[in-house]
């Protein structure tokens, strides 16, 4: 039975309380995009949503470091990044976005590089936030076709991913 959870869990890209980085969502801008103060940069991210959730919260992020870790609210520590893009609402499956929130944007302005020299290494940062309490009971044992045990993945926590794409300063 624990082989089953474990393969589940796995094969849903769950982690624990503790954030995770993985390679990802991120499909623009593409990993080696040549950026220079107040250029445009398109943003696509395709969340992972591992919780079925009917919206997903990310925050975006420029540093000069690729992030290692989050501090327990799901932000780079302070100190350790250019610019806060801002935090958006991701609509899931066709929702229309909720009232007062605000979408991803297309795009991002890129700020203030001038003190980086010609081909540093820049992030992109994405952090995502699944609310675990949603996640669907996983069926860990099935008997003659029906579950007969099951269990929500780590209900009651807050889970945060971050995903990071490199920049190059022109």
């Not at 089953?4 to 503790?18: D, E, H, M, W, Y």
């Not at 100190?79 to 801002?86: L, N, Q």
């Not at 007969?148 to 300063?169: D, H, I, P």
């Amino acid at each position: 039975m624990r082989f089953q959870f474990f393969f589940v869990a796995a094969l849903l890209g769950l982690t624990a309380s503790a954030p995770s980085k993985r390679t990802g969502p991120i499909t623009e801008p593409v990993a080696g995009t040549v950026i220079t103060t107040g250029t445009s940069i398109p943003l696509n991210y395709e969340d992972e949503n591992p919780c079925h959730s009917g919206y997903t919260a990310i925050t975006v992020w420029l540093s000069d470091a690729e992030p290692t870790g989050l501090d327990g609210n799901g932000n780079l520590a302070a100190g350790t990044f250019i610019e806060e893009f801002g935090s958006f609402l991701n609509p899931n499956f066709g929702l229309q976005p909720l009232p007062g929130t605000t979408v991803p944007p297309t795009s991002l302005v890129i700020p203030d590089i001038s003190s980086y020299s010609s081909g540093s290494a820049l992030y992109l940062t994405v952090v995502e936030a699944n609310e675990v309490r949603s996640c669907p009971p996983v069926c860990l044992r099935f008997v003659r076709g029906r579950c007969r045990s099951q269990t929500a993945l780590f209900q009651g926590t807050q889970a945060y991913e971050f995903f990071s794409v490199e920049l190059v300063v022109a």
